[in-house]
């Protein structure tokens, strides 16, 4: 089958030429080197096109997506935010985007400048004593909070402790890091209001437990009302908490997850400091620490390794924390993600976090509260940033949540996360984010109840979308039965390639 | 909603299923389980001669929706694997209780038995938990 029977857009291979050339390389203005014969081969089938063809091309690929530039993008726990353009304006200033890692440290001292500040913003956010910038990511991030809460525990001789307290709701990340780090995942059912339970937490605390991974405001959308209690069962057992920071946009500015009792945390920058999510990277994942975990940072941090007068600045540079769990990323994390972050910060100041925060919230109850009477409100409280309902009625039993999120693609809008968290049946996952205006909201919203009324009156049209769309719907099943996961130009099924 | 639950066989509280022969029992997920998980695209089954305690979790469904453990309902020791489904991850969501079975074991705590969930029981379990 030619992939691009399906799609709009032809692969690059598809559209290749022989002969043709995008760009001509200048006479180069050191001594030619010869290759490696063994390495050197001349079957390589790569794309051949014209400048324009390849601009063309991406031009059209990135007319056919959907991004928070084009259209309203409410994908719950995802958090997509719209990135404001002084973030790129920072990104790309020519010290910034011109240094490197192996450069001597005297000469990136502005570099080293903005991740001393950025870590110590962040701890001021966050309520902790001490920060790291390394982790590419937030599930990274969880790694490396993971990783150091065993070494603590391993450093006072308490061995015993393997487990680690996760509730129903958690992102799957969570156990995906508690598994890597050889260590076992108990799981917490949640309650009748969508809190952790607290007896089956208090049966499950002992001396093997590690600690607790929780998300407050969880993957429902709802802050933890008996977090103090919670804190407080862990720390009674010799348990440490990990806060999973996925959801700090919705507290940022007013409350510290380290003034409730958190000994780490992470920070998703994409979410709560409006770095792009990229397509697949780089991401970023600060970690933040109580004074329990400051030894057991990775190595280095940023620090003041002279301090400065009235005529020199500080002089900025790299220490390793005593008992440090190692190095977790190469050179000093995703630096241009950690511009964009400290811009947004920078930009925003205090009063300004603190607002957009609210404003998230604010716009996730004004959506929940304009559509909960006709999609069911499974634990019914106000929101913080986000709210999950069902996608199911029980008089249009063939309408699931995944034809109620392709029926909203012919409004413009991409869906919300479906499917998750797992415990709410048919989950509709909406997380507005505070920059959209009312009226696009009340779009949204009018939609949805558009789309309930049609699910009873006129199913096909929902079991049939998109429709307006460059592809009709995808078969989803097969794809995932029969994986093909790239498009493999011819020399890879030659036989003289794959043995080689 | 009506979900199968057939009267030959006994049930786990995870959506087991367990049809006894003497000593050995064949195991698969029930039509609940199915429902709630929607297209099973791909499986992961033990191998003959492993053993199991009750509520080990000796194989894993994937479905486009979600990842699930299935675990299992008695002590045993795996005699026969579906191996079949593999390939046919479908089977599970067509015929649970019929070609879709898992595993063969060897019941190796009898007593263990008396803990599982007749039909009605079940069904009953099920509806619970449909809002």
């Known amino acids: 089958m030619n992939i691009s029977d399906n799609i709009a857009e032809p692969t690059v291979y598809e559209l290749s030429s022989p002969g043709r050339s995008g760009v001509t390389l200048p006479e180069p203005d050191v001594p030619v080197e010869e290759l490696p014969t063994d390495i050197v081969r001349d079957d390589l089938d790569l794309p051949e096109l014209t400048q324009l063809d390849v601009i063309r091309h991406f031009q059209s690929l990135s007319q056919l997506n959907h991004s928070i530039d084009s259209g309203f993008y409410p994908l719950g726990s995802c958090t997509m935010k719209y990135n404001p353009r002084v973030n790129e304006d920072a990104a790309r200033l020519a010290g910034f985007m011109h240094s490197h890692p192996l450069q001597d440290v005297n000469t990136v001292q502005g570099n080293l400048a903005l991740m001393y500040e950025l870590q110590e913003w962040l701890k001021e956010i966050g309520g902790f004593a001490a920060v790291t910038l390394q982790p590419a990511a937030g599930a990274h991030g969880e790694l490396t909070g993971i990783m150091m809460m065993r070494d603590y525990h391993l450093s006072r001789g308490d061995n015993a402790r393997r487990k680690i307290l996760i509730p129903d709701s958690a992102h799957g990340t969570n156990p995906a890091s508690t598994t890597m780090s050889g260590l076992e995942v108990i799981e917490l059912p949640s309650d009748a209001r969508g809190n952790v339970d607290l007896d089956a937490l208090k049966s499950e605390c002992g001396e093997d437990i590690v600690g607790l991974m929780i998300t407050n405001p969880n993957t429902l959308g709802l802050f933890e009302e008996q977090i103090e209690e919670v804190v407080k069962t862990v720390r009674e057992c010799g348990g440490l908490i990990y806060g999973d920071g996925a959801n700090m946009n919705a507290l940022t500015g007013i409350v510290r997850p380290g003034d409730i009792g958190f000994d780490v945390m992470h920070y998703n920058l994409h979410k709560t400091f409006s770095t792009p999510h990229g397509g697949g990277g780089p991401g970023s994942g600060p970690v933040g620490v109580s004074e329990r975990l400051v030894d057991f940072l990775p190595t280095p941090i940023i620090e003041i390794v002279e301090q400065g007068n009235d005529q020199d600045p500080p002089l900025y540079g790299f220490a390793s924390p005593k008992h440090t769990i190692g190095r977790m990323k190469a050179f000093n994390g995703q630096f241009g993600v950690l511009v964009r972050a400290y811009t947004y910060i920078r930009i925003h100041g205090a009063t300004g976090l603190r607002s957009n925060s609210e404003h998230a919230v604010l716009n996730a109850n004004y959506l929940r509260s304009k559509v909960q009477d006709v999609y069911h409100l499974p634990y019914d409280r106000a929101c913080l940033h986000e709210f999950v309902v069902e996608g199911r009625w029980s008089d249009a039993p063939e309408i699931h949540a995944l034809d109620i999120s392709k029926r909203l693609m012919d409004f413009g809008f991409h869906p919300p996360t479906n499917y998750f968290p797992l415990i709410v049946h048919e989950a509709l996952m909406i997380e507005p984010t505070e920059t959209e205006s009312r009226e696009t909201l009340d779009k949204f919203a009018n939609a949805l109840i558009q789309i309930a009324d049609e699910a009873r009156n006129n199913p096909e049209l929902l079991l049939t979308a998109p429709h307006v769309t460059p592809s009709a719907r995808m078969d989803e099943v097969q794809a995932a039965r029969q994986l093909v996961l790239c498009c493999r130009p011819s020399y890879l099924s030659d036989p003289q390639y794959v043995n080689s | ?131």
């Open chain 2, 1 to 131: 909603m009506p979900w199968k639950t057939p009267e030959d066989r006994l049930y786990t509280k995870t959506d087991e299923w367990v049809m006894l022969d003497g000593q050995s029992a064949l195991i698969g997920i029930t039509d609940y389980a199915q429902d709630q998980l929607s297209d099973i695209v791909y499986l992961e089954l033990p191998t003959i001669d492993e053993s199991f305690s009750k509520d080990d979790i000796f194989a894993t469904v994937e479905s486009v929706k979600a990842a699930a453990d299935v675990n299992m309902p008695v002590m045993a020791k795996i005699t026969e694997v579906n191996n079949d489904l593999e390939d046919q991850p479908e089977l599970i969501n067509l015929e649970p209780y019929e070609g879709a079975w898992f595993v063969k074991i060897d019941v190796q705590d009898v007593s263990q038995v008396e803990e599982l969930m007749d039909a009605s029981t079940y069904a009953d379990y099920c509806d619970s938990r449909s809002s």
